[in-house]
Structure formats: C-alpha cells, structure tokens
C-alpha cells in the first residue's frame, strides 16, 4: 500500500482565516480524495482532487470554500478558506492507485477553529 | 445512503474472536464489501474485502453469505488494540472506489 502523509497534523486557527493542508504520497496515484469527519461523526466525503483539472465536489460543498488543487500524481493540497469554528474537524485524504484498488488513507490533520 | 446496516457498538473479551455483523440486502452481483477500521480518529485502515467468497488475510476473515445479503468480519483473537470503529462499505459505482462510511460498529475489547 502507499504511503501517505499530511501537513499539517494539527492546528489551531482563528475565525476568519484560511489553512492550507497538503497531502503527499510516495507513489504516483490515480485518485485522491478530499474527507472531513466532524466531532462524534463518520467520514464525509468532500470531493475527488483530479490532476489537471477542477476538483469534483460531493454535494454541500463548495469550491470557494474548500478549493483542491492537484498538480501532479503525487500531490494534492485542500484549502479551509474563511473559516468558522464550525470547520473544527479532523480533515483526511485518501489514495487509490487505480479506479478499481482499494483505497487508503493519510493520517488526518485534526483543525481547530476559535 | 451509506447502504449498509451494522450494529452501534459489540463487546469482545480478550484473546476472543470478534464476530462484527454486516447487513447489505441491496447489494448487486458485482459490488464488493470492504472493511475499514478507525482506531481513536486516526485514519481508517483497510482491513479486507470481498466480493462472493470467503477472504482472510493476515488482519481478519471475512465471511459472505451465499446470498451476499450480509456479511461478518471476524477478528480471530481480539486483543486491546482492536478497539476501534468498524465500518463495513459498499462503494459507489461510477468508475471508482466512491467510499460512504455510515456510523459503523464501535467494538470495545476487554481484558
């Protein structure tokens, strides 16, 4: 299986500003995708990051408030823009390395927000 | 639609075999089950998965039935470190693995 990692793994945030996290995998990859899961909840899916071009956005989420960027088959960044304390949560991505594989997941960056 | 039934939360004594039940009657002749397990919000580690037989690898078994209207993950000699949320997953058509996790089984092993 791949090796994935995420940056950061935790942060504390301010109301108002935006975070940046970037996943990074060891091997080049066909899919990658984009989970939240809130405080007590189960993982949500946020979108598919596609490499060259614009992210595929689950429903109830938007591009201007979670923009993905995928520059290559490695690599994936999900931004947190404007964010309020109800964006507190743990944010994973995941890697699959066909349409058909099964899939695996980074180790999370766990946001607070205040 | 997460697509699939599984209990809130089981018990398992130590060095026991965990038994985790998974209901998926809509299933169609070529969706797969996975299991996926998260231990204290880390991220979800896959466990195995099956299509109509019966699969086990080094982490657990996996039991079908014949039917494929359920399923059971069995974690042969349950220790602490298996306490975790469980998650049994039909993924969505459509080209790719599309993963819904529902709330999952909780499972607590005790010494």
């Known amino acids: 299986s791949a090796v994935i990692s995420q940056k950061p793994s935790r942060d504390i945030c301010q109301r108002g500003t935006s975070l940046t996290i970037q996943c990074q995998v060891d091997?080049?990859?066909?899919?990658m995708f984009w989970y939240r899961q809130q405080p007590g909840q189960s993982l949500t899916l946020i979108a598919t990051?596609?490499?060259?071009?614009?992210?595929?956005?689950e429903s109830g989420f938007v591009i201007d408030k979670f923009p993905i960027s995928r520059p290559n088959l490695t690599f994936s960044t999900l931004t947190v823009s404007n964010m309020s304390p109800e964006d507190s949560s743990i944010y994973l991505c995941?890697?699959?390395?066909?349409?058909?594989?099964?899939?695996?997941f980074g180790p999370g960056t766990r946001l607070t927000v205040l | 639609d997460a697509k699939t039934t599984q209990p809130p939360s089981m018990d398992c004594a130590e060095g026991r075999a965990a038994n985790l039940p998974c209901n998926h009657s809509?299933?169609?002749?070529?969706?797969?089950v996975y299991w996926y397990r998260q231990i204290h919000s880390q991220g979800p580690q896959y466990i195995i998965h099956?299509?109509?037989n019966n699969e086990t690898n080094e982490m657990a078994s996996l039991i079908i039935t014949e039917d494929r209207k359920s399923s059971t993950l069995i974690l042969p000699h349950a220790t602490l470190r298996d306490t975790a949320v469980y998650y049994c997953?039909?993924?969505?058509?459509?080209?790719?693995?599309?993963?819904?996790f529902g709330a999952g089984t909780r499972l607590a092993v005790h010494p």
């Open positions: 997953i039909r993924p969505f058509s459509g080209g790719y693995n599309k993963l819904i």
């Open positions: 995941s890697v699959q390395t066909s349409a058909t594989d099964t899939q695996y």
């Open positions: 099956g299509l109509k």
């Open positions: 091997s080049q990859v066909t899919m």
């Open positions: 990051a596609n490499q060259g071009s614009e992210a595929t956005y």
């Open positions: 809509t299933i169609s002749g070529n969706e797969y």
